[in-house]
Every structure is written in C-alpha cells, then in structure tokens.
C-alpha cells in the first residue's frame, strides 16, 4: 500500500469524522421538532437526489457501470447503515445520550473482531494497542454517570455492530465498483428504509407540516447534514477507506464524540469535565498509536566464512 496515499485516506476520514462530530448539535436542535427517522429518511433521500443529479450531469458514463451487484452491494452496506442509525434512535428512548456513546464507540473493538473471524485480517500490534487506549478514552469521555444496563443499551449495541460491519464491508466493495454509484445506492436504501419505518413508528405527517419542515433549526440542519454530513461525507467514506485498513477506519471513527463534545462546549454550553478531557486525549493517543509504522524486524547478518588459500 502507497504510505502517501495511506496517510491521505486517513486525514480525509479524520475530515469526515470531524463533520459528523460538529453536526452533532445541530441534528439534536432538529429532531426535536421532526422526529428522528422522519428526518433521516428526509436527509438520506436529499443526498441521494443530490448525488443523483451530479451523475446524471457530469458523469453520465458511469450510468453503464451500474450493475445487479453493484446494487446488491449498495443495499448490503446501506442496510447495515440503516440498522446502525434505526437502533440508535430506538436506544435513545431508554438509555442515556452518554452510554449510548460509548456503546456505539465500541464498534472500534469490533471492527477488528469481525475482520479476524470473517476476512482473516489481522491488525497489526500498533493498531490493538491503539483500540485499546482509544476505548478507554471512550469510557472517560461518555460514562460520567453510568446507570444499570437496560434494553436501550442492547439496542445501541446492535447499532455498534451495523456500524462495524459497515465500515467492514466497505472496505471490501469500495475497490470492487465506482465510488459514487455505490454511494447513492446505499445512501438512498438508507432513506428508503427510515422512510418506511417512520410510516410505522413514527408521526410522519410532522414531514409535511410547514411550520415544522419549514422551521430554521430543521431546514438548517437538513442542507448542512445532506450536503456535507450524508453526501460528502459517505462518497469520501466510499472512495478513500480502501486505501486504508477497517480496524483504522474504526479509530478514526472513534473521535466523533470528540469532535461532538468541542462543538456541544462551544456551541451549546455543554461542560467538559476533567473525565471527558482525559477522555478526548486517549482517543487522540490511540488514533496516533495506531498511525506509528510498525518496527522493522532487523535482518540478521550473515557471516561468511572464506577460506584463505592455502591455509
């Protein structure tokens, strides 16, 4: 693997990780007005129209690409992203906004759990200590106040293993087809998904409401998270982690409630107490563990012993 192309996938990633941390706050600000799969299905639909329209306009050629497993693959990523975010919402309603953090952070154990049992791969000795310590950032950072588990963290736990198998998976398709038709396909299974089970669980009709679609706080946050959050930041996801490994892809990941925690401070008001600083610095610590090259073993010398003539 190119090392440049290597260290340009992971800082893009940290870029992506970094948009979803700062839209944190305005996605709560939002679903407090339009109910949280309506608004998923509303922000993964806009960013597959938006991706759609870029295909259709600048990159017609790719239209023959499109194949049955290209599809297939698509539908296969965006229901394990779908299950992600679906059980994450449904979590929320009983459990805490901090264990649910740390739950879902979980699937930077994961990830390289599932790599080893489904593909082989093997992380490297740097990337284990790197989990290891970053999980440990993630419990300073989010369980200040932990309570007895309950359903709501089963629920977010399956949320971690969708996304762990996500970020899993791909790795695998994203060297097998074009980046941004496998992009819209599983961006707009992810909306079609939450859209249906908003017509089951939710009160979708608030989607139609113009006081409430209409209102600042949902508007703002539907252009900033389908642009940047959801389009953007799912065609980067898809175009760059095949140059890079799953288990790093999860340590990047895992800096979203950091960068969430500094937009909340500044943002919101929210407090970081001495816990959840210390936490920021081992996730920080263990992404940067993981990136040290791992030491090379030092090749034994060979001796030869030449026989002088006539000794």
């Not at 994450?88 to 790599?115: D, E, W």
């Not at 961006?187 to 989607?207: C, H, P, Y």
């Not at 001495?274 to 920080?284: N, Y």
Request: charged content about 10%; some cysteine.
């Amino acid at each position: 693997m190119n090392r440049n192309r290597h260290f340009l996938a992971d800082v893009v990633l940290l870029l992506v990780t970094f948009i979803w941390g700062i839209t944190f706050v305005m996605v709560q600000n939002a679903i407090s007005f339009l109910e949280p799969l309506s608004f998923n299905g509303v922000r993964f639909l806009m960013a597959a129209l938006l991706l759609s329209l870029w295909l259709l306009i600048f990159e017609r050629k790719q239209l023959s690409l499109l194949t049955p497993r290209l599809f297939l693959s698509g539908a296969f990523l965006g229901l394990f992203l779908f299950v992600g975010y679906a059980t994450q919402t449904a979590g929320l309603l009983y459990t805490t906004s901090s264990k649910a953090g740390f739950i879902t952070g979980l699937s930077v154990v994961l990830v390289p759990l599932f790599s080893f049992l489904l593909m082989k791969q093997q992380a490297g000795r740097n990337a284990v200590i790197g989990v290891l310590v970053a999980t440990v950032g993630l419990f300073l950072l989010t369980m200040t106040g932990v309570s007895p588990l309950n359903k709501g963290d089963g629920l977010v736990f399956i949320c971690a293993i969708g996304f762990a198998f996500h970020i899993l998976f791909t790795g695998k398709y994203s060297g097998l087809y074009p980046f941004l038709p496998l992009t819209i396909v599983q961006i707009a299974t992810v909306g079609i998904l939450s859209s249906i089970s908003a017509l089951f669980f939710e009160d979708w009709q608030k989607a139609f409401q113009p006081d409430v679609i209409f209102s600042r706080e949902v508007i703002l946050a539907l252009v900033v998270t389908s642009l940047f959050a959801t389009a953007l930041a799912f065609l980067i996801q898809t175009a760059f982690q095949k140059h890079t490994s799953p288990t790093r892809v999860a340590l990047i990941f895992a800096m979203e409630p950091v960068f969430a925690a500094v937009a909340g401070y500044f943002w919101a008001g929210d407090i970081l107490t001495i816990s959840a600083l210390a936490g920021c610095l081992f996730i920080f610590t263990g992404m940067i563990i993981s990136e040290l090259p791992a030491r090379q073993k030092p090749i034994a010398k060979i001796q030869l012993n030449v026989e002088k003539p006539g000794a």
